[in-house]
């Protein structure tokens, strides 16, 4: 069984950083794409941020591309978001994820198989 445990979320003003983290439980983390997806309340859950199993490639949704940044330590098992100029429409849980089905494209949820239970980000305007 895969477990994925965010941290690194809470209150931050409008303008400031962020670095959340992924660990990520198992031997197999290096093998497969991760992704960051986030979800505000009363909307759909939308992609973020997703790197390959090397980290060598990167994808990002435009509302944050320029200001996001995601990278992965396999060593360490954990998969990072570094998110600078945050602005208050950025506020939402945000997600990690496994890519465990290539055959999608990583910006669909359905690429993922396992998911994180959630770290809460809110940016005061």
């Known amino acids: 069984q895969v477990q994925l445990v965010e941290s690194g979320g809470g209150l931050v003003q409008a303008g400031g950083s962020l670095r959340l983290s992924c660990a990520a439980s198992?031997?197999?983390?290096?093998?497969?794409?991760m992704g960051w997806f986030r979800q505000a309340p009363g909307k759909e859950r939308e992609f973020v941020a997703a790197?390959?199993?090397?980290?060598?490639?990167?994808l990002y949704a435009d509302s944050v591309k320029g200001r996001f940044t995601i990278s992965r330590d396999n060593a360490k098992n954990t998969v990072y978001l570094q998110m600078n100029s945050l602005k208050a429409e950025d506020t939402a849980v945000y997600y990690c994820a496994r890519g465990g089905r290539p055959a999608y494209s990583m910006y669909s949820k359905n690429a993922y198989d396992y998911w994180g239970q959630g770290t809460q980000v809110t940016v005061s305007s």
């Open positions: 790197i390959s199993w090397s980290g060598a490639n990167t």
């Open positions: 198992g031997r197999t983390f290096s093998s497969y794409a």
